[in-house]
T-cell receptor
Framework: ETGVTQTPRHLVMGMTNKKSLKCEQH?????MYWYKQSAKKPLELMFV???????ENNSVPSRFSPECPNSSHLFLHLHTLQPEDSALYLC?????????????????FGPGTRLLVL | SQKIEQNSEALNIQEGKTATLTCNYT??????LQWYRQDPGRGPVFLLLIRENEKEKRKERLKVTFDTTLKQSLFHITASQPADSATYLCALVDSSASKIIFGSGTRLSIRP
């Protein structure tokens, strides 16, 4: 296992529910990411945080709301989701941003949360 | 339009042979490109990184090449083993937009 954990691993929710996904990294990294992975589709970057500040939001619907209370924790709050939002949600971290001081970065992914919206 | 493509959705080869996976891109300015391995029910795991000014990188049985003229990266696994069976993802970090774009992956199966 990597140093990135995600809970829950599986989640089933109705369209009117509110739920949250949690990610924690134990690597001392400064950057954290949320991705969506749907069947037969590429990984889609949703949000990027650096030192607890959001630096990227890739046109994600407002029913997804990220929160980064500190550099080790990242949340994705879910509200009034649609069935097409069913997917694997992956969290990742890296020492710094992808084009930071080092010029290159490796991302470490968590195991993901498998979400089913009914 | 911008796109990144992994040409084969699935690839089946005999154990011991070399597996070659392809990643092509258009209308990106890559700073570097990465290859990841993903097993079912797990997150991707980083394998290799190659910069835009590098031609080739190796790590044990793995080799990556990068041809910015052809706009293509090749990923090779030599002496393949059934344990190498997984989905392999290429990911490009674009220098102009500071963003990462993933290919849809190639599912590799190594038969004994």
């Amino acid at each position: 296992e990597t140093g990135v954990t995600q809970t829950p691993r599986h989640l089933v929710m109705g369209m009117t529910n509110k739920k949250s996904l949690k990610c924690e990294q134990h690597l001392g990294h400064n950057a954290m990411y949320w991705y969506k992975q749907s069947a037969k589709k590429p990984l889609e970057l949703m949000f990027v945080y650096s030192l607890e500040e959001r630096v990227e939001n890739n046109s994600v619907p407002s029913r997804f709301s990220p929160e980064c209370p500190n550099s080790s924790h990242l949340f994705l709050h879910l509200h009034t989701l649609q069935p097409e939002d069913s997917a694997l949600y992956l969290c990742a971290s890296s020492q710094d941003l992808l084009l930071g001081l080092a010029g290159e970065e490796t991302q470490y992914f968590g195991p993901g949360t498998r979400l089913l919206v009914l | 339009s911008q796109k990144i493509e992994q040409n084969s959705e699935a690839l089946n080869i005999q154990e011991g042979k070399t597996a070659t996976l392809t990643c092509n891109y258009t209308n990106y300015s890559p700073a570097y490109l990465q290859w990841y391995r993903q097993d079912p029910g797990r997150g991707p795991v980083f394998l290799l990184l190659i910069r835009e000014n590098e031609k080739e990188k190796r790590k044990e049985r793995l080799k990556v090449t990068f041809d910015t003229t052809l706009k293509q990266s090749l990923f090779h696994i030599t002496a393949s083993q059934p344990a190498d069976s997984a989905t392999y993802l290429c990911a490009l970090v674009d220098s102009s937009a500071s963003k990462i774009i993933f290919g849809s992956g190639t599912r590799l199966s190594i038969r004994p």
